[in-house]
């Protein structure tokens, strides 16, 4: 089984300020990993994804996130944020094996990004 | 290019009644995954549909059950309501199994029990 575990419940950042919403997993197998955003009253958007390469990956919005295996983290970062980023944000894991997907993803519990202006 | 359509957008039951949601996958996709988001947590994986059949089922008791039709498209089926089943119901399509984590969601239906 896995489970992931999101850092922060909620994170407030000034507007144009760099941000990093901070993700952990725990899995005995290899999985890929995501995040996804959640605008108010909407359902899931993909902000990006790992499978395997380069463990810096590039999301949309100017979204970017690092694998980290060692320290079994995913870590979402954005070197300015606008308040159109003002949204719940979910990290999550399936695993590789089973033609991956098959298990379903397991989410965090999501951290509420706040934009001040 | 239509996405994942989901039905009705929102739902009021009462205790111990049977509801059922139903969702359309995006344009060529033929797999279907069911989640339950309660409140200010996040989405639980209740069970995927591919071919017709379920392929894979979390830790959701069997009041919960889904159909995949030919054209792709689910339904998901909980009897027996209780209060604790309020919450925001999400498909996901995706393709094929070696893909199938690549997952497209729709914008869920919000079911309350009272």
């Known amino acids: 089984a896995q489970s992931v575990t999101q850092l922060d419940s909620q994170v407030p950042v000034f507007e144009e300020a760099p941000v990093e919403l901070r993700c952990n997993y725990s899995?005995?197998?290899?999985?890929?990993l995501f995040w996804y955003v959640q605008y108010p009253n909407q359902g899931l958007q993909l902000l990006l994804k790992y499978l395997s390469g380069s463990t810096l990956v590039k999301g949309i919005n100017g979204f970017e996130a690092e694998f980290n295996k060692s320290q079994t983290s995913f870590h979402l970062r954005k070197p300015s944020v606008h308040i159109s980023d003002t949204a719940e944000y979910f990290c999550?894991?399936?695993?590789?094996f089973g033609g991956g997907g098959a298990d379903g993803l397991t989410f965090g519990k999501g951290t509420h990004l706040i934009i001040q202006p | 290019d239509a996405g994942v359509t989901q039905s009705p957008t929102h739902l009021i039951k009462t205790r111990g009644q049977q509801v059922t949601l139903r969702c359309s996958p995006k344009?060529?996709?033929?797999?279907v995954s069911w989640y339950q988001q309660a409140l200010g947590q996040g989405p639980q994986f209740i069970f995927q549909?591919?071919?017709?059949?379920?392929?894979q089922r979390g830790n959701f008791p069997d009041r919960f059950s889904g159909h995949q039709f030919p054209n792709y498209s689910s339904e998901l089926n909980v009897n027996a309501l209780l209060l604790g089943d309020s919450a925001l119901y999400l498909c996901a399509s995706s393709l094929g199994t070696e893909t199938s984590y690549e997952q497209y969601f729709g914008p869920g239906t919000r079911l309350t029990v009272t």
């Open positions: 899995s005995s197998v290899s999985v890929y």
């Open positions: 999550a894991v399936t695993p590789l």
């Open positions: 344009s060529g996709h033929d797999t």
């Open positions: 549909y591919y071919e017709e059949e379920e392929r």
